[in-house]
DNA sequence: GATTTCCCTATTTTGTCAATAGGTTTTTGA
DNA sequence: TCAAAAACCTATTGACAAAATAGGGAAATC
């Protein structure tokens, strides 16, 4: 299950490429958009500015924006970041101990597919197939 | 993710399927086999069994076999009786209360089309396909 | 230099999952 | 008929991660 961070992390990423036209929104005007407490919004901007899908900018005039096009940015990489990992099971998290049943694992093959056909839909959809038909513009955004 | 419940529900449906050959096995045997408290399959074991898709005996010479041919066992069924659901996010449940931001929800289709993708995945792979070559006969299962 | 705004670390709260415990009922078979 | 074997049932504990809060520090602007 996608929880509350991931969940968010899309509805803020949608918010500012529709809201952004090129400049930087802060904080306060998206956790007051979006209905969430700016403290908890907060530290997911954290992550998604750390993982290079947004840029911060301090100060007077400061906020959030975005870094790229929206139709550059893959749900699957949103989600990715603000979860740790799409993985189903923890033995396919990147970086995992390979478990020392490995070889005879009768389960394996169903986390694996499992996890590819979440990796290929999310991977399939981006950004720009999420906003308004106005707001997809891409140029618009940056 | 899928928690242990679901993943441990699995490696039991297939321990049942490649060890029962139509009669009984006994709880203690399958957790000894799969290195399971016995007291936490049990509590698997009520849950598949409740959901039909195995059947008790008690006494002796009790125990739990399938209740249908490997291959008329989808893996989305097991997991999502044992996890409760497959739905990626809560609105998704079945039986969940529409979100009353549904008309303007941009994120939803995004979890419509990830819920399809698990669930097509996972509605196309039966346990008949992850048993041991030998034990696949279905005809040796019940 | 005061205000705005992001940045950083830590803590509390909450809830679910994993696991354990202890008992009850049914069935068999000696 | 009674002891053993086995599933069935309810409740509780323990551990951990997620959600949310708190308080302050650093940069940029005007």
Not at 44 to 50: E, G, N
Not at 69 to 91: F, N, Q
Not at 119 to 128: E, Q
Request: charge should be neutral; proline fraction near 5%.
């Amino acid at each position: 299950m996608i929880s509350t961070r991931g969940r968010y992390a899309l509805r803020v990423m949608i918010d500012i490429a529709e809201n952004s036209h090129g400049n930087y929104l802060p904080l306060t005007e998206i956790a007051e958009r979006q209905n969430i407490s700016e403290k908890y919004l907060e530290s997911i901007l954290v992550i998604l500015t750390r993982g290079s899908l947004l840029l911060g900018l301090r100060g007077k005039g400061g906020g959030y924006k975005l870094t790229r096009k929206p139709s550059e940015y893959p749900i699957a990489d949103i989600i990715r970041l603000t979860e740790g990992s799409l993985a189903p099971v923890a033995c396919l998290k990147e970086g995992a101990v390979p478990c020392e049943r490995v070889g005879e694992c009768r389960t394996l093959p169903v986390w694996q597919g499992l996890n590819r056909a979440i990796n290929d839909y999310l991977s399939g959809v981006t950004l720009a197939d999420l906003l308004k038909p106005d707001a997809a513009e891409d140029s618009a955004c940056l």
